[in-house]
T-cell receptor, first 113, second 115 residues
Framework: GENVEQHPSTLSVQEGDSAVIKCTYS??????FPWYKQELGKGPQLIID?????GEKKDQRIAVTLNKTAKHFSLHITETQPEDSAVYFC????????????FGSGTQLTVLP | DTEVTQTPKHLVMGMTNKKSLKCEQH?????MYWYKQKAKKPPELMFV???????INESVPSRFSPECPNSSLLNLHLHALQPEDSALYLC??????????????FGEGSRLTVL
């Protein structure tokens, strides 16, 4: 099955700086890669996703890049703000008929004012 | 309405109790999910209902019993749980049933403590 590794596990940045979180996946058949943000006491919320036919996608301060050859994808947050502080999970579809998401282990991002 | 609503938000139960978690969505989604999340860990898939039929059971112990009364509702019946079952239980839904290649909408979860 799919295996998704996520780094770093914790990340602290100064407000206004950029943050980058990286994930690698194992299943070359995976074709959908979402990123979820989970604030304290809440459920995960999709912030951006990318499909395997696209190399990069941007939404305001958030961007995701995908390298299918190397089987890794990254989340980039620019001009970070304190409200960006949360746990971020990457995910990838697994192979097989169910094709359920496999989550990475999560990154605790702290934006320091 | 893009919400998944879960009740109760908090639940404390003894190992001999029977309780239920409830989930509701009115987005017309045809797939609904139960996930279990331990502290500082990613969500772990438990069950998937697709078009109101159980399509995936990730080898979950029988003390957890899911039920999908209709396309908008999902229940998780709990019986004879163990302290290690204490966790955040997340309900989610997605537009498509069966294949998960679209956005998952999560509820805020039910935090379960088993004494």
């Amino acid at each position: 099955g799919e295996n998704v590794e996520q780094h770093p596990s914790t990340l602290s940045v100064q407000e206004g700086d950029s943050a980058v979180i990286k994930c690698t996946y194992s299943d070359s058949a995976s074709n959908y890669f979402p990123w979820y943000k989970q604030e304290l006491g809440k459920g995960p919320q999709l912030i951006i996703d990318i499909r395997s036919n696209v190399g990069e996608k941007k939404d305001q301060r958030i961007a995701v890049t995908l390298n299918k050859t190397a089987k890794h994808f990254s989340l980039h947050i620019t001009e970070t703000q304190p409200e960006d502080s949360a746990v971020y999970f990457c995910a990838a579809t697994s192979s097989g008929s169910a094709r359920q998401l496999t989550f990475g282990s999560g990154t605790q991002l702290t934006v320091l004012p | 309405d893009t919400e998944v609503t879960q009740t109760p938000k908090h639940l404390v139960m003894g190992m001999t109790n029977k309780k239920s978690l409830k989930c509701e969505q009115h987005m017309g989604h045809r797939a609904m999910y139960w996930y279990k999340q331990k502290a500082k860990k990613p969500p772990e898939l438990m069950f998937v209902y697709s078009y109101e039929k159980l399509s995936i059971n990730e080898s979950v112990p029988s003390r957890f019993s899911p039920e999908c009364p209709n396309s908008s509702l999902l229940n998780l019946h709990l019986h004879a749980l163990q302290p290690e079952d204490s966790a955040l239980y997340l309900c989610a839904s997605s537009r498509t049933g069966g294949t998960n290649t679209g956005e998952l909408f999560f509820g805020e979860g039910s935090r379960l403590t088993v004494l």
